[in-house]
């Protein structure tokens, strides 16, 4: 594949992606400029101290006290705390580049925890709150930890008894015995600079984290990420999205964060908010009432989210409105939410005028009725999300634009430090993940398969036999490194990327098509009834789907049905239920062709879940084993 520069290929970053063709004029490289250059010297160790020095008393994290009421940290204040702990961990042992491994939820102290551990010059290992005992040992053992803090007694106990087998694994607190302050009188007798003196023998270059993959098709992988990795990230991050995590208004950037801090979509968006002194609130439960509480308490200005949560508040939005009467309205106020927001596209983008005058009174109509209430339970002064994950799609997209929340789509992976591509303030392309995040390059190969090179790539996996990291990329003619994402997209005539799906989870079927099952399965997924959806059809003559349901949806329909309390057995048989579906199913279908589209499905009884084995801690599916699990469902849609 060869490659001409495009009459663009100079332009600022603002004005567009420098773009390189093949000879058929097909984008097949984007690269945008950094807006920040790489940091000489330093760590993220030093972030607290910084700010400390620099704005001493203003807020930069707050914590939820026993009463609900949430109190300021200031960056003084944080910073002392920091030190504090960093200087236990010095008191306990742990030695410069040995991995203090965390297993807990979204909470104040797990960021505590995470720059201590930094400042006194360790590696830290996040663990999921709630992975299993084998996934536990394996991370571990593989990194090889010599300490490990938890959250309660059940992961104490689980840790424990692992702990046995890993002999690296000297040390361990549990933060509801008090960890914190165990680890704060361990180091009360040393001088601050034990701790200055561990900071100072950082670098860019120095690994900050292990950081787990989610191990879809096996063992988690142990992604080295530097300190330098982390930088180029959010530095770049923090410059392109001004609005997000700059103050434009009379108020205050602030985040609540409820994604794992053991992701590293999580983790970026965490650092990125301390380093940019963005108020940071924690919001360690995602149950929808325990959310919505804090979300109402906290109040902030943009969200870090998934397009999971964003479905849910929308399904749930339109459910209460059913069970008011009012599902016409809603269904109105949601499509004229929709025409406002792909109407504010064009004209960013300079294909339309923008918003009629009868649209905007339109909006303006039913504001105060619909998008005043998502609005407000997102806690009431959300105007931006970053959303990633998986696609989230034009639909919903459009529908948050409309109400008055800009989404900026986003596209990474662990190997990336989250992020590589993020859409454009002021130059949106709904179902796209936008352009390369700057200082960050997007190729697209032969087959398909997205190449990633950039500043925030990785320093290569762990390994644990040699005690280092092993690059795991490729170098081009030019000497530039290339990561290989396992994912498939495309670019458009103007840079804005497209994942299409993932290389291995391509089906291809008897009669020799090839299926991406990621765009079906995002559909369907999205619908209120369904909770997980499995494309198959791989060395099979067509297509099928494997269905699952979501309660909540369930349980509002079968009220609004009046079959309240049927099971789901009984329910995978209801005929108006599968009617349901079944339109659902055509609407998917108008994605593909024929030869691709869903010629059966089946409704299970039970659902797929992060505990049964079948999802991943970030909510991806392992196919293989749900393939395995329910070989007798899918042979059944075969059956004549």
Known sequence: MSFAASADAL?????????????????????????????PGGSLADIPFDNAEAAPDQPVLSRKGPDGRWRDVTSAAFADEVRAVAKGLIAEGLQPGDRLAIMARTTYEWTLLDFAALAAGLVTVPIYPTASAFQARWILQDSGAAGCVVEDGQQAWLIRQEGQQIARLKHWWQLDTGAVETLRQAGAHLPDEAVTERRAALSPSSVATLSYTSGTTGRPKGCALTHGNFFAEVDNAIELLHPVFKTVSKEPASILLFLPLSHVFGRMVSIG???????????????????????AGFRPTFLLAIPYVLEKVYNTARATAERMGRASSFDRAARIARRYGEDLEAAENGTGPGPSTALRAARTLYDPLVYR????ALGGKVKYAICGGSPLGRRLASFYAGVGIEIFEG????????????????????????????GTAVRIADDGEVLLSGGNLFAGYWDAELGEAVPATERDENGRSWFATGDLGALDPDGYLTITGRKKDVIITLGGKTVAPAPLEDWL?????????LVVGDNRPFVTALVTLEPEGLAHWGQMTRKPNISREVL??????????????????????????????????????????HLTPSLKLRRAQIETDFASDIKALYEP
């Not at 332009?11 to 940091?39: C, F, H, I």
């Open 572 to 613: 995978a048989d209801d005929d108006e239920l599968r009617g349901i579906l079944q339109r659902a199913v055509v609407e998917a279908n108008r994605l593909v062709s024929r030869a691709e589209s869903i010629r059966r499905f089946r409704i299970l009884t039970v659902d797929f879940t992060e505990e049964s084995g």
């Open 411 to 438: 596209y990474g992976l662990t190997e990336t430090t989250a992020a590589a591509t993020v859409t454009p303030p002021r130059n949106p392309r709904m179902g796209t993940v936008g352009w390369p995040l700057p």
């Open 273 to 295: 908010c301390l380093r940019a002194r963005v108020r940071l609130g924690h919001a360690p439960s995602i149950k929808s009432d325990d959310l919505l509480a804090d979300l």
């Open 11 to 39: 332009s600022v970053p603002q004005a567009g992606p420098q773009k390189l063709r093949d000879e058929d004029g097909e984008v097949r490289e984007v690269s945008v400029p950094a807006l920040v250059p790489l940091s």
């Open 525 to 533: 997924r999205a619908h209120p009834l369904i909770s997980q959806c």
């Open 373 to 376: 209430r998502i609005r407000a």
